[in-house]
């Protein structure tokens, strides 16, 4: 069976690249039928908070796309030393007792420009009894992956995104395994679990394939089978510099578009396009046809452009497929998040739920995010709302006020109240009056919602209500 893990680790909120791989690991799993893994890589215990945690479960909880099995790696270190142990006693890592100052430091610092560091070759040189005897005595060491030097090989695999790759083992040096803390690294505790939780795929950004090398190494030292490795391209900023917490801020948070009133679903669907295609031209998709449709092979291989500026954090494109999703998506699923929405806007939807919703129905074609509807919307669910300047010029338009003032009384006499009776009633007030009806509608329009342009005038009758109709068209 195919299994995929989605692996963060809670040193900041939810990265709009780590929801994306999030996004693609549970659309190829739901493909596939397989399981998909949440495993919190929280083994870094100086970085890890847990606001971090708390803000990544907002951002995955909001995506309300779920997962079938859930990890914590600080609860399996057991599991990651016992890894550790059995590759040194297997020949393929040795015990490291340079100073941890010393041990830590950067390969790359450590060549003092004299080609790459490797490893501590005085160290890979003891012998195992010399070795056990130092970690006898209480010496702290480092556990490092034995990497073959005599003779060096190449170590290659294909990418499910990037094709064939390798890299000789003479330009790997051996990296630590446990820290002399009794602390896995990243490549210990990340192979150490996947090989536990049996993952097939290991889907995650491109930032990470040079890690594939010295992984494949732990998974071969530990005799178990390969999984398929599949990196996604980067997101970047306009500027072409990948994009970063600490150097963008909120701009590369789940959270930012959740917060501007974006849905889900729609926000799902931008994520996708940012680095793949379903090669057909398509654009606003559902989560079902995302599935459906998605595959490595429609994953490019060139860096994904996030457009935004220091005015405006969003993504353009991410506010187009917004709208078009809030206007398309069906009305039963809509309606309880505008509800949600108005309320934390501390307005109250108007009428039964059948009211609300067809009222949702009807103002939605002209709104762009689920905030619209306590903004541009807000005369439908509430009494305090401004008149714009347009508005009020169809208001002052001669004799509108009055002729509106009476086209209350008669709706107020007619027993029925529906857009067809409006109508009539509009009609031949009009007509009596000898104006033409286009100015009544558009006078009404501007006294029921404040705006010169809307959904036709009649249902906007229907969606304000009887009887604050009556009372907005005598307060004129």
Known sequence: MIRVRFAPSPTGYLHI?????????????????????????????????????????????????????????????????NLAYDLLARGFAYRDFVPAAAADVDPKEKSHGEGPWLFNPEMRALTQEQSDKRAAAG??????????????????????????????????????????????????????????????????????????????LIFQGAGAPLPRFAHLPLLIAPDGSKLSKRKHGPVVSVTTYRDHGFLASAYINFLCLLGWSPKDNRE???????????????????????????????????????????????????????????????????????????????????????????????????????TEPGALEKLNAPGAREALRELADRIAA?????????????????????????????????ALTGQPVGPSAFAVFRCIGRDRVIARLRKV
């Not at 896995?184 to 097939?200: G, R």
Request: aromatic share 10%; hydrophobic share 40%; proline share 4%.
């Open 284 to 386: 606003q998709m559902t989560l079902l046809e995302l599935q459906n449709a998605f595959n490595f092979d429609g994953v490019n291989r060139s860096n994904a452009v996030v457009n935004f500026s220091d005015a405006d954090p969003i993504d353009p494109k991410a506010l187009w497929l917004n709208s078009q999703h809030l206007r398309t998506m069906p009305v039963e699923t809509l309606a309880p998040l505008a509800k949600t929405a108005l309320e934390t806007a501390g307005l109250q939807p108007y009428g039964d739920d059948a009211f609300f919703a067809h009222t949702v129905d009807t103002i939605r074609s002209r709104f762009t995010t689920l905030l619209d509807f306590a903004t541009k919307g807000r005369a439908y669910f509430s009494d305090d709302f401004e």
């Open 139 to 216: 010496e702290p060491f480092v556990i490092r992956f034995k990497v073959q030097r005599d003779p060096a090989h190449e170590i290659e695999f294909t990418d499910e995104v990037y094709g064939p790759q390798g890299k000789l083992t003479a330009d790997i040096e051996d990296f630590a395994l446990l820290r002399s803390n009794g602390m896995p690294t990243y490549h210990l505790a990340s192979c150490a679990d996947d090989i536990d939780l049996k993952i097939t795929h290991v889907i995650r950004g491109q930032d990470h394939l040079s890690n594939t090398f010295k992984h494949i």
């Open 414 to 446: 007619n027993p029925e109240f529906t857009e067809a009776s409006v109508e009539a009633d509009l009609r031949k007030l009009a007509e009596e009056r000898g104006v033409k009806a286009g100015l009544l509608i558009n006078a009404s329009r501007a």
């Open 17 to 81: 690249g780590s929801a994306r791989t999030f996004i693609f690991n549970w659309l190829f799993a739901r493909k596939q039928k397989g399981t998909m893994v949440l495993r919190i890589d929280d083994t870094d215990v100086d970085r890890n908070t847990q606001a971090s945690l708390d803000s990544i479960y907002d951002g995955l909880n909001w995506l309300a796309l779920g997962w079938d099995e859930f990890y914590r790696q600080s609860e399996r270190l057991d599991l990651h030393r």
